[in-house]
């Protein structure tokens, strides 16, 4: 790969860029916790507050798409495996969760492929993929993989063109790159 121009970015932008992966995470794990604790009883539901997660089916991640304007990414069908989909402000998480694993389970022991609407994401992971302490590599269609070196649990990727940022999140920091790099971790059709 190609190196660039040092970035002429302050520090303060350098250490923010180089945490955030790890603040992306812990917000999504964060949320995902708290939509599992709150309370449950219609007294307390309000229109305003984040839907919680749900099984869905092959079938309803494909109309994802559709109804949110923008490709939504995933690692494809997983037999055996229910599909965990939280949508928390235009965000959109996609969980797999094997055969006796409850929809809403709090650990974060489960392969996970977030989509985030991003301008500019391929820009925004490029400048991250500068960062020291993070790595990175090319993909095929001139993909980039960013991952930081203090989380390599959480693989992002990002396409010239387009406006989503995705996450591959494993508890195999191994898995998680080499599902980001592999080709398997597409748009959903």
Same mark, same amino acid.
Request: aromatic share 8%; hydrophobic share 40%.
């Given at each position: 790969?190609?190196?660039? &121009? =040092?970035?002429?970015?302050?520090?303060?932008?350098?250490?923010?860029? %180089?945490?955030?992966?790890?603040? @992306?995470?812990?917000?999504?794990?964060?949320?995902?916790?708290?939509?599992?604790?709150? !309370?449950?009883?219609?007294?307390?539901?309000?229109?305003? !507050?984040?839907? =919680?997660?749900? &099984? &869905?089916?092959?079938?309803?991640?494909?109309?994802?798409?559709?109804?949110?304007?923008?490709?939504?990414?995933?690692? !494809?069908?997983?037999?055996?495996?229910?599909?965990?989909?939280?949508?928390?402000?235009?965000?959109?998480?996609? #969980?797999?969760?094997?055969?006796?694993?409850?929809?809403?389970? =709090?650990?974060?022991?489960?392969?996970?492929?977030?989509?985030? =609407?991003? #301008?500019?994401?391929?820009? @925004?992971?490029?400048?991250?993929? #500068?960062?020291?302490?993070?790595?990175?590599?090319?993909?095929?269609?001139?993909? @980039?993989?960013?991952?930081?070196?203090?989380?390599?649990? +959480?693989?992002?990727?990002?396409?010239?063109? +387009?406006?989503?940022?995705?996450?591959?999140?494993?508890?195999?920091?191994?898995?998680?790159? %080499?599902?980001?790099?592999?080709?398997?971790?597409?748009?959903? #059709?």
């Amino acid at each position: 790969m190609a190196q660039s &121009a =040092p970035s002429a970015a302050s520090p303060a932008t350098r250490k923010w860029l %180089r945490i955030l992966p790890a603040v @992306l995470v812990a917000i999504a794990v964060a949320v995902i916790v708290w939509l599992i604790v709150r !309370g449950d009883d219609n007294s307390s539901k309000t229109a305003s !507050g984040p839907p =919680p997660a749900s &099984a &869905a089916s092959a079938s309803t991640l494909r109309g994802l798409s559709g109804q949110l304007g923008h490709d939504v990414y995933w690692a !494809g069908n997983r037999s055996r495996f229910t599909y965990e989909l939280t949508e928390v402000n235009g965000n959109t998480f996609i #969980r797999y969760l094997p055969s006796g694993v409850s929809v809403g389970d =709090p650990r974060p022991n489960y392969l996970t492929v977030g989509t985030y =609407p991003r #301008r500019n994401s391929y820009a @925004l992971l490029k400048r991250q993929a #500068r960062q020291p302490g993070n790595g990175s590599l090319g993909v095929a269609h001139n993909g @980039l993989v960013v991952w930081s070196k203090g989380r390599p649990q +959480s693989v992002y990727l990002a396409y010239p063109g +387009s406006n989503v940022q995705v996450e591959v999140y494993d508890p195999s920091a191994t898995r998680a790159r %080499r599902l980001a790099t592999s080709g398997v971790v597409r748009p959903i #059709r």
